[in-house]
């Protein structure tokens, strides 16, 4: 095959952008295997010293189970939520349900500083900042566009005479849920359920606002390690969340490639 | 008379400015194949909602065995519906749609089974009770659909255009199942379908609707043979459409006359000569013959060959273009376009429309 100029041109482009996405992510790879002790490339030799640092840091370990337990917690109540929002408004599908639907994605719209700024407001007169309470309400509220928009794109291949059909058949209206809406909407309750971890775990700027002292996640840690002290663990702690992705998106492919 | 199942009184269902059910008024006797059949939009499938209660009526009421169930929920009615798009439910098994009904009813289990297997019989289906809906062709699934809806002994079944999602060959098979089925059970259908050859072959007696009105109900045999107006004698079956005008008449015998050939059309009821009346005339009832042979001489213009039958297309300068319906394997004329032709009909041929209709 001839390779044209044209061609060698786009290719060139693409990988460029493609490196440009990337090597910002992976320079953490070699950062976090320094043998210095502040942010910068090894110099000798290659150390996992930063890893154990994490590992045995107390703050760490604390600011990590904090975001994972808030993560879940705002999963389970953004999915509860969401998914109701979403059957109902199915069940309902006129106008109003429609200006409803609007009116739930807004805190995707609304950029995170304006909300952040609402919620400490808000916050500050319900009693709720520097609480887990507070985080998980905030971040539940954020996550709960994510979950109702994959719950209604699982609805929205939902027949309208298969719960019909439920209750001709002597159904309530809640047993037709049960039975029949609920299992169409699960692939959404999923998805919906992952994402609003990942919005909860990954979420900062409502964190900074809204607390203190006593609430600290795992992106305020690498915030205030960034602030206070360059130190090398943050490189060691992107590391670990990058690999993470990595492995959680190859099971997923994998997986979906096994189903098809 | 046997004893209605139902009494539909005054039914009236709008939308917005538009009435698709302007008081319909029906009598479902127990037990009986009840056709509801029109166009799109005649408010067949409005009527079939109302009484399985998912569109409230705006205005009416109806009754199951006297007792008002108007404004009953879908789930307190007791009726099996079947749907077009077949509706089964995709995440359980064939066993477990045609379970649920009667576990929604808290069933013991030992009967649920018993009846899960009477019912995947009764439809011939007994080696898929395992299977997934979506494994199954079209025809399987509205079969599991009928066992499903008529597991729990329902008091009448709902069918909402079963068939017409099926392959012509299916659907003549499932229709004479579908009878076969009623026969056996005995149970009351309400069908619903826009199909005339379906209405006719299966139905103890249909409704024919238009614009959420009533036109005519009836036996099949009644209604094809004696349409009371035009839009029933050309939605069932085919139909000339005359003007005919009167030139006397003793007792129901008219005498009717197109450009000077009289003839007699049998009329109950008040005409006056002199007055027109319009008439409709199957197009199997008309006979051909040579010229000069017939009551009218008229010309082919074209023939449409159909297998066991053919449509001739005739010309007369009086009544215009006429369809004339006859068997292929029936010896004697054969219509060529552009040949003289005549023909005629008996005197009960001619059906006399309600004016306006």
């Known amino acids: 095959m001839k390779t044209s100029g044209f061609r060698i041109f786009f290719m060139t482009g693409a990988w460029m952008v493609l490196a440009f996405l990337l090597l910002p992510i992976l320079v953490v790879i070699p950062v976090s295997l320094t043998d210095t002790s502040y942010i910068g490339l090894p110099k000798e030799g290659l150390s996992l010293q930063h890893y154990a640092a994490y590992f045995q840091d107390p703050r760490w370990m604390a600011a990590t189970w904090t975001s994972i337990w808030i993560g879940v917690v705002v999963a389970v109540c953004a999915t509860a939520l969401g998914t109701a929002f979403a059957i109902g408004c199915w069940f309902l599908s006129d106008r109003a349900s429609t200006v409803a639907r609007w009116i739930l994605i807004t805190p995707i719209l609304v950029p995170p500083v304006v909300q952040s700024l609402g919620f400490y407001r808000f916050w500050v007169t319900l009693g709720l900042i520097d609480t887990n309470t507070g985080v998980i309400l905030a971040h539940t509220l954020l996550a709960l566009p994510y979950v109702s928009i994959s719950v209604f794109a699982a609805l929205a291949n939902l027949d309208r005479r298969i719960p019909q059909a439920a209750r001709s058949l002597g159904a309530s209206v809640w047993q037709t849920v049960r039975a029949v809406v609920l299992p169409a909407a699960m692939p959404g309750m999923v998805t919906g359920g992952i994402f609003a971890f990942i919005v909860s775990f990954d979420e900062i700027v409502g964190v900074l606002f809204i607390t203190v002292r006593n609430v600290s996640t795992l992106p305020k840690k690498i915030w205030e390690g960034i602030q206070e002290d360059i130190d090398p663990t943050i490189a060691s702690v992107a590391t670990m969340l990058v690999m993470l992705t990595l492995v959680v998106t190859a099971i997923t492919i994998w997986r979906g490639r096994a189903n098809a | 008379m046997p004893d209605s199942i139902l009494t539909i009184a005054d039914a009236t269902k709008r939308y917005g400015p538009v009435n698709a059910l ?336």
């Open chain 2, 22 to 357: 302007d008081r319909v008024n029906l009598e479902v006797e127990e037990g009986e194949f009840l056709t509801l059949l029109g166009p799109s939009g005649s408010g067949k499938t409005t009527l079939l909602s109302a009484i399985a209660g998912f569109a409230p009526l705006s205005e009416g009421r109806i009754d199951l065995r006297g007792r008002d169930i108007t404004g009953e929920p879908p789930e307190h009615r007791d009726f099996g519906m079947v749907f077009q798009g077949y509706a089964l439910f995709p995440t359980m098994t064939v066993r477990d749609n045609i379970a649920f009904p009667l576990r929604v009813r808290k069933r013991p289990t030992a009967e649920i089974k018993k009846r899960v297997e009477y019912c995947l019989g009764l439809v011939q289906m007994e080696e898929f009770a395992d299977r997934m809906p979506t494994q199954m062709s079209g025809g399987q699934q509205q079969r599991i659909a009928l066992a499903r809806a008529l597991s729990f002994e329902p008091q009448v079944l709902l069918l909402d255009e079963p068939l017409s999602a099926l392959d012509k060959k299916l659907r003549a098979d499932l229709q004479w199942e579908l009878k076969s089925l009623h026969d056996k059970l005995g149970v009351t259908f309400i069908y619903v379908t826009h199909d005339q050859d379906e209405a006719l072959s299966m139905s103890d007696r249909v409704v024919i609707l238009k614009d959420g009105r009533i036109q005519q109900e009836g036996v099949p045999d009644t209604l094809y043979n004696h349409p009371r107006n035009s839009f029933v004698a050309d939605f069932l079956g085919k139909s000339n459409f005359l003007d005919l005008p009167v030139s006397a008449r003793e007792d129901d015998a008219l005498t009717c006359s197109i450009g000077g050939t009289k003839f007699p059309v049998m009329a109950p009821g008040a005409t006056a000569t002199g007055d027109v009346l319009k008439v409709a005339l199957r197009p199997e009832r008309i006979r051909l013959g040579q010229p000069g042979q017939e009551m009218l001489d008229g010309t082919v213009r074209q023939v449409s060959y159909l297998g066991e039958r053919c449509l001739v297309m005739v010309d007369h300068e009086d009544v215009g273009t006429l369809i004339v319906s006859q068997p292929t394997w029936k010896a004697g004329v054969t219509p060529r376009a552009g040949l003289p032709v005549s023909f005629g009909w008996d005197a009960d041929a001619c059906v006399v429309l309600e004016p306006g209709g």
